[in-house]
């Protein structure tokens, strides 16, 4: 079955940066674009960007552009965020997700991100 598996959150001062990593078995891995997605508190799901399949990143969120980047490594079966620059802004939990085809979308658990002095 699809599994996707985030890690790699944690609580950072801003200025900092961290590299969330997310961990995908049960399907071709390297076939399939991947995104992610960050949820603040009291606010709705916000697409953060894509990797293609061919590894080119999409950004969808002005907010992170020059600061965030997606990329993967199909041998690992694994898709990175790294975060650079960190605001209070940027606290959120942060999913992956692929969307399958004929099988829908299959989400991460979620890792939390807190950005504060």
């Known amino acids: 079955q699809v599994q996707l598996v985030e890690s790699g959150g944690g609580l950072v001062q801003p200025g900092g940066s961290l590299r969330l990593s997310c961990a995908a078995s049960?399907?071709?891995?390297?076939?399939?674009?991947m995104s992610w997605y960050r949820q603040a508190p009291g606010k709705e799901r916000e697409l953060v960007g894509i990797i293609t399949s061919a590894g080119n990143m999409i950004n969808a969120l002005d907010s992170v552009k020059g600061r965030f980047t997606i990329s993967r490594d199909n041998a690992k079966n694994t898709v990175y965020l790294q975060m650079n620059s960190l605001k209070p802004e940027d606290t959120a939990v942060y999913y992956c997700?692929?969307?399958?085809?004929?099988?829908?979308?299959?989400w991460g658990q979620g890792t939390q991100v807190t950005v504060s002095s």
């Open positions: 049960g399907f071709t891995f390297s076939s399939y674009a």
């Open positions: 997700k692929v969307t399958i085809r004929l099988w829908g979308d299959y």
